[in-house]
């Protein structure tokens, strides 16, 4: 089976009603709880559970990305999980992360054959809560609840002593009360597009736009002004920083089909190459499936300029990256038990500076 596609779809990240982000209509997104696919076999605790700290990752983004020529992925998401603690974030290590494939045939127990219309009134039935409980903190599945109102589900004592002290507390046995958990990242929709040919501009007009950068950041060097990727809301100065101390084609060839889109967040190419920051750290051996011993193929990435967009209290001591690639099964597998555990791999800019002072 051949499930390479032929284009490149970039994806941005968008305000939108929060009912459109529901499990009914197949949202592309980032941040808040998952709109879980399989609506019943959901990812438990230990499946999600951070390698360092034993504490359940997060939910990060999820893709819509179906298998239009096959019957048994006609709907299919892939899930990325990542642990909260910036502690646990440790440059091109990808054990702080999680990535779940999930997948129906047309015809299933969950969702019409009939595509869904777009109204807010249309089958709110169409949710987890359903057909099984999910944590109110961070949305996996919850076996445990509230002692007291036995209204609110938990996957863990750590989430149900976070909610307690955030909240819960004042209000339990009152539902109408419950607010939204702001232990989550910031929720958008994700929209995709077709990337545009970028031959447009010609080789020596990126090269010019690269010295007009390098002077521009010279420039903020020289009156401290320059800051960190997340600090200044703007990839460009640590990309710049690490262009400087480093000529690296990788980084060169990142930039330069980055500049005509700079605010993109995914970039997805089933069955083709990641788009490297670094000619270093870059995966030298990607496990087979787990489920069927399958080949994995790349088939899409995060990119750094989502990290402007989540709003993190303390950008110096928080959640970092350079680009998450994911790999999945290529013959995208049945996967009867709900989920199906995919590989992601962290590769993080270098700090060119510290890797020549160790020299």
Sequence with gaps: MENKISRIDIGFVEDCEKWRLSSRFFPSKVGGKPAW???KD????EDVECQFCKQPCIFLC????PYEE???AFH????IFICRNPKCCKPNNNSNLKVFRSQLEKSNKFYPSDPPIESEEWRPDIATETWTKSCYVCGIYAP???SKCKKVYYCSREHQVYDWTHGHKTCCGISSSLAESNFLLTEYEIVVEAEESFNQLSESEYVDDEKEEMMEYEKLIDHNEAGTLQHEKNVDADLMKMSAANDDEAFFDFTTKVKKYPDQILRYERGGNVLYISSENQVQEIPNCGKCGSERQFEFQIMPQLLNYLQFEDTLESLDWGILAIFTCKNSCVTENGYVTEYIWKQDIVD???KDCDK
């Design 70 to 72: 096959d019957e048994k």
């Design 37 to 39: 696919l399989n609506l």
């Design 42 to 45: 959901i990812p438990r605790k």
């Design 62 to 65: 999820q893709v819509y990305a």
């Design 144 to 146: 445990s609840h509230c």
């Design 76 to 79: 299919r998401t892939l899930f």
């Design 352 to 354: 060119v500076e510290n």
